[in-house]
């Protein structure tokens, strides 16, 4: 998972801005196991140098050691004038030797816990940066869709309000025998129908209400006029003319 920028992350969901922000607030968890406290770091750079001055100290024993030469035993050799080192120089050479690779063995643990605990640092700085941008996001979401649900509540409320003023509305409606829709006889009372909507901001008023047939009430259901007449390829001027007759706003 890329961090750093934020790009991308207004295409995002909710969903998986939330899983972004969990995996950050893991993988932080994760680097806090490699950072380490100012004076534990302190004392490792005190180690690093002193491991550093002591390898040192052995490297120029080791070369005190190889420029104490003598003479080989042997006529060739001291015909030659070959030397070689003494066999305590050896020894001391391979002790010291095996000294320095045991110390720089430490100093590369030392140097491996400062890489990782100063790597760790940066990347926690860089996540921590980009999981505020994701935590913004998330808290743009969150309002917005506690606005849209509070819109929603309110429309469900003015909704019912409208459907419940509506069914008082009816019983003022004209009484007409044929659905303006169809022109068919109206039968068992008809259903008082919203020529606008009531889910598009339609109100329940006698001007927007009228009695129809229920299979007519039943196929336009919440459609707009124009989108009923359409869908079931119906006469306009003669629906328009009926509505209009009848005292209708449409």
């Not at 409208?162 to 019983?171: E, I, P």
């Not at 707009?224 to 359409?230: E, G, P, V």
Request: proline letters at 2%; aromatic letters at 6%.
């Amino acid at each position: 998972m890329s961090y750093g920028r934020g790009n991308g992350l207004s295409k995002l969901s909710l969903d998986n801005l939330r899983s972004k922000e969990e995996w950050a607030l893991g993988k932080i968890k994760k680097l806090s196991l490699d950072i380490k406290s100012d004076d534990y770091i302190s004392s490792l750079g005190r180690s690093r140098e002193e491991l550093e001055k002591l390898i040192d100290q052995k490297n120029q024993e080791i070369s005190r050691h190889r420029a104490n030469l003598v003479p080989k035993s042997g006529f060739i050799s001291s015909l030659f004038g070959i030397k070689e080192l003494p066999e305590s120089s050896v020894k001391r050479i391979s002790i010291l030797s095996s000294e320095i690779a045991d110390l720089k063995s430490e100093l590369d643990k030392i140097q491996s816990i400062h890489r990782r605990h100063d790597s760790a640092k940066k990347s926690t700085v860089e996540i921590n940066q980009w999981l505020l941008k994701v935590r913004d996001r998330i808290r743009v979401l969150e309002d917005k869709k506690v606005k849209d649900q509070s819109l929603k509540n309110k429309a469900a409320e003015n909704t019912l309000k409208k459907r419940k003023l509506g069914s008082a509305v009816k019983k003022f409606l004209l009484n007409n025998e044929f659905c303006p829709y169809c022109e068919r006889v109206i039968k068992d009372g008809g259903h008082a129908d919203h020529i606008y909507p009531l889910s598009k901001g339609g109100e329940s008023t006698e001007r927007n209400m009228v009695l129809v047939c229920v299979d007519c009430n039943s196929k336009k259901s919440d459609l707009t006029l124009r989108s009923f007449i359409a869908k079931y390829n119906l006469n306009r001027d003669d629906i328009e003319a009926r509505l209009d007759f009848l005292g209708k706003d449409f």
